[in-house]
């Protein structure tokens, strides 16, 4: 079984920072690409940041400059360094990966729980 596991979630004050991770688990064999989504309330899942296999990042245009996803390719983690935070960047964070499991032949997207972050004075 595959778990994706989310931490790094909280409460911080307008121009303040967070460093939100996620680690996958399980019998995984390969891990393609993986994201960052977030979830207002009462707005849709939207997608934060991208980064493949390769490095290669892409970004939302509403964080462009202010966040930076990275990969800890080695433990099968990603973060999202977030910075000078707005009070519309609270959400529910998600990360989801495409991964291959051990002893199959396609890979599939996981998705974590979620992370509450919370922007407010």
């Known amino acids: 079984q595959v778990q994706l596991v989310e931490s790094g979630g909280g409460l911080v004050q307008p121009g303040g920072s967070l460093r939100l991770s996620c680690a996958a688990s399980?019998?995984?064999?390969?891990?393609?690409?993986m994201r960052w989504y977030r979830q207002a309330p009462g707005k849709q899942r939207d997608m934060v940041a991208t980064?493949?296999?390769?490095?290669?990042?892409n970004y939302a245009e509403s964080v462009k400059g202010r966040f930076t996803i990275s990969r800890d390719f080695a433990n099968n983690a990603v973060y999202l360094q977030m910075d000078s935070l707005k009070p519309e960047d609270t959400a529910v964070y998600y990360c989801?990966?495409?991964?291959?499991?051990?002893?199959?032949?396609?890979?599939?997207?996981?998705w974590g729980k979620g992370t509450l972050v919370t922007v407010s004075s």
């Open positions: 980064i493949t296999s390769s490095g290669s990042t």
């Open positions: 399980g019998s995984i064999f390969s891990i393609y690409a």
């Open positions: 989801n990966a495409d991964l291959l499991v051990s002893g199959r032949i396609s890979a599939t997207r996981y």
